[in-house]
């Protein structure tokens, strides 16, 4: 007969459990620890488009419908706009470009987009935008030309860098006696970007360039509207930021991540360092740092946005963490999943982003985790064409919630608030210089 001890059984257990709940209690606490057994009906039955705003920004009547001022006989020279970054850095410095020519009362040169090692990309003007639509578009505004004189089309422009400008720069001032001199200058237009000094004249021209005169060409435009009809309607278009390079530049630290993940970011970082202690909670706090898929995923479940919804994933390559978000929103789609390889090859980079850029302004509707140039390009762009059920997610409300502790129900009720808030006031869903804000 075999006989078994029963005590050291029972305390091997209690010391197990006691060793479990220590774990338990010194484990950080998870912003989402309690998202899985949440329900849309803890914030509220309705999703965030179905609150009523109060306010929205439209074109303003005195770009629209206002008198143009009549551009002069005889220019005072020629203006080319040099273009660096990513494409809609890119288009933001061509409609800065466009009002500078006609405030300085150029003629405006088809801009040059540069070639970046950094985005690997070769694709001009030409390659993305209509040419003849956009000379179209700014007659009266400012006089565009496809060919220079032949006395100047043999030369390069002298070059005017006005893009490290700060404070009040002044483009009469600091840029004009050089087109006098020259006749045929290139500019990178200054980031102080002092528009509020424009007469009325030039941000018409800016306005008019931006919104009303560029448009994709031919084939992208194609492209796009066979992807647009090869998406399940109806569709949130979010555009997500979640690269090495960027989480990098950022100086922000994700405990958690995947080892490809930190590996991708630390090789991204160079000189680079991320913040630390109290620098790295003021940081945080003050929105400095991207969502996560995992926190985009988060965000979306607070605003009752459904799990089923179909979304186009409006994003580059090298998007990490992606499965934080697939696993909790499983319908989603790109470009990548939706174009022939052959497609795709035939492409560079700007091609790519402006069939996301197509794709966004068409969309059900628009969600950004990152107010970059191409948000604020598709923000615009939705007011101009009255699609406004756009928002841009708040990093700073996630930062500033999750410090104080709150998670799971608490956190997506304050976050409801925090973007319902901002919805409801309509602010951040488009550019000022060229909008105004309509009481509803």
Excluded at 115 to 143: E, P, R, T
Excluded at 299 to 318: C, R, W
Excluded at 395 to 406: I, M, N, P, V, W
Aim: hydrophobic share 40%.
């Amino acid at each position: 007969m075999i006989v078994f001890s029963v005590r050291p059984v029972v305390s091997i257990l209690l010391v197990t459990l006691s060793l479990l709940l220590v774990v338990l209690l010194l484990s950080p606490p998870s912003p989402f620890s309690e998202s899985s057994v949440f329900s849309n009906s803890a914030v509220g039955k309705l999703d965030i488009w179905s609150v009523r705003r109060i306010a929205e920004w439209r074109p303003c009547k005195w770009w629209l419908q206002g008198d143009q001022t009549a551009l002069l006989a005889e220019s005072n020279g020629y203006i080319r706009v040099d273009c660096y970054g990513g494409l809609n850095q890119m288009r933001r410095d061509l409609c800065d470009g466009v009002g500078i020519a006609r405030l300085l009362n150029a003629s405006l040169v088809l801009p040059k987009f540069e070639v970046a090692a950094y985005w690997n990309d070769s694709s001009g003007f030409a390659d993305v935008f209509d040419v003849d639509y956009f000379v179209q578009q700014m007659d009266g505004f400012v006089k565009v030309v496809k060919e220079l004189p032949a006395e100047i089309a043999s030369r390069e422009p002298f070059r005017v860098d006005c893009s490290k400008r700060k404070g009040h720069f002044d483009y009469i001032e600091s840029v004009l006696p050089y087109l006098l001199k020259h006749h045929y200058i290139s500019i990178t237009p200054a980031m102080s970007q002092r528009r509020d000094r424009y007469p009325l004249y030039a941000k018409a021209a800016l306005c008019q360039g931006c919104y009303n005169a560029l448009r994709l060409t031919r084939a992208l435009e194609k492209k796009g509207s066979e992807l647009l009809r090869a998406i399940p309607k109806p569709f949130l278009s979010l555009h997500l930021r979640f690269e090495p390079d960027m989480v990098a530049y950022s100086q922000c630290e994700y405990p958690g991540l995947s080892p490809a993940s930190m590996e991708a970011i630390e090789a991204a970082r160079v000189d680079r360092k991320p913040w630390t202690g109290e620098t790295a909670r003021v940081w945080r706090n003050r929105g400095k740092c991207p969502l996560t898929p995992k926190e985009t995923a988060f965000i979306l479940q607070a605003l009752s946005i459904p799990t089923d919804t179909n979304i186009y994933l409006a994003a580059g390559d090298g998007l990490m963490e992606i499965e934080g978000f697939t696993s909790v929103y499983t319908n989603v789609v790109n470009k990548s999943s939706l174009l022939s390889a052959k497609d795709l090859a035939s492409m560079h980079g700007n091609m790519k982003a402006a069939l996301d850029y197509y794709v966004s302004i068409n969309s059900d509707s628009y969600v950004a985790t990152y107010f970059g140039n191409m948000d604020k390009m598709v923000a615009a762009m939705r007011a101009f064409k009255g699609l406004y059920k756009t928002l841009l997610l708040s990093r700073r409300a996630f930062a500033e919630f999750t410090s104080q502790g709150l998670k799971g129900k608490e956190l997506m009720k304050v976050l409801w608030k925090a973007h319902k808030d901002e919805f409801v006031m309509g602010r951040g869903s488009a550019l000022p210089d060229c909008f105004c804000e309509f009481k509803l």
